[in-house]
């Protein structure tokens, strides 16, 4: 295995000509985040350290600043098509990331004789269950197959693939979670409590697990994101296992690029395909619609505006080209007082 797997996919296509074109689902829906992602040296020598090692990538920055959408442009770089995106909550329990287990609903449909036979159809594999799923040869797993799942790749079965998971959010979880997240990640392993063992097709008792993770081919193995918006301190252990990423607010001129990259984008998901390619921001606007947006940053708003409020003001500014900027105000001004700032940063350009 050579070192810069991903930045050679990002050099061999620096306008992401290709991984636009690439179909990417999310948790099992197509998607159209991570187009037009802008790709820095460091955050391709981060993800090339990554998979080399085998270890997550901790990308930590404000919010708003790309880190979640990095896990989705690294799928469709390197043409990998499922990702699966695992949302941290304050309960979150890091077994959690394998699969859900609904007993109540399983209670209920069997008092009222709906249901409640196969266990399985109760099961739900989340994010890092699917990516270990999807990393292993159908037969090796087929025990945990059951109920609903047993379609799982039953008919033109592509083989092990890599896919990527991405946990968002990880501060928002008690302390221990990360600590337990690591273990869980290491092992990539996990056990269905709730499935009685089984017999296998050649007659051997089989455990209602995966197998060990070490047995996952390093090309198959899932590539793992964790964000951090260092809203707390997290476990120095933790820390060590990690490959570190910082992603700094972008600057003036990788904002104009996102902008430009990712404002068709935008307008498609509110005009459709037809309507928005009859809309265009002229670059004097652009860098206006920019610099407006610094600017507001700058005076310390109460809730600082992200790319995503960006892309809304970039696509208000497109629809209404004779609008002043004042117009785009309400996509990147979340509190009363920040609107009052907003104000006066639009009138310090005229």
């Known amino acids: 295995m050579t070192i810069g797997e991903f930045s050679r996919a990002v050099e061999q296509d620096p306008r992401s000509e290709a991984a636009d074109k690439s179909i990417l689902f999310e948790n099992g829906y197509q998607t159209s985040r991570g187009l037009g992602y802008v790709v820095n040296g460091d ?49 979150s329990d890091a077994n959690e990331l394998f699969y859900a287990y609904d007993a109540i609903k399983r209670f209920r449909e069997s008092q009222g004789g709906v249901g409640g036979a196969e266990v399985g159809d109760y099961v739900e594999f989340q994010a890092l269950g699917r990516a270990i799923l999807d990393a292993h040869e159908r037969d090796r797993i087929a025990h ?10 039953a008919t033109n079965d592509p083989g092990p ?8 959010e990880i501060d928002k979880a008690s302390a221990d979670f990360a600590n337990d997240l690591l273990h869980e990640i290491e092992g990539l392993r996990f056990r269905v409590k709730e499935f009685p063992a089984m017999n296998g097709p050649d007659g051997l008792k089989r455990e209602p697990e995966t197998p060990p993770g070490d047995a996952i081919a390093p090309e198959h193995r899932p590539i793992v ?113 920040d609107g009052k700032k907003a104000a006066d940063a639009a009138a310090t350009m005229r």
């Open 225 to 337: 994101l964790i964000t951090s918006n260092e809203e707390r301190q997290l476990p120095d252990a933790f820390l060590r296992r990690c490959v570190f990423l910082d992603v700094p607010f972008p600057d003036k001129k990788t904002l104009k690029t996102i902008v430009e990259n990712g404002l068709i984008n935008r307008l498609r998901r509110m005009l459709g395909r037809d309507a928005a390619a009859r809309h265009r921001l002229d670059p004097a606007r652009r860098d206006a619609l920019v610099d407006f947006f610094l600017r507001f940053r700058g005076v310390g708003p109460q809730k600082a505006p992200g790319i995503a409020e960006l892309l809304d003001a970039a696509a208000l500014a497109a629809i209404a080209p004779d609008k002043p900027l004042e117009a785009v105000a309400p996509a990147i001004v979340k509190t009363r007082p």
């Open 161 to 168: 693939a890599r896919s990527v998971v991405v946990i968002d």
């Open 43 to 91: 955050f391709a020598r981060a993800v090339d350290a990554a998979i080399a090692l085998g270890r997550p990538l901790l990308v930590a920055g404000e919010p708003g600043c790309g880190k979640t959408e990095l896990g989705h442009a690294i799928a469709r770089h390197l043409q990998i098509p499922r990702l699966h995106l695992y949302s941290v909550k304050s309960t």
């Open 144 to 153: 945990l197959l059951r109920g609903a799942h047993a379609d799982y790749r």
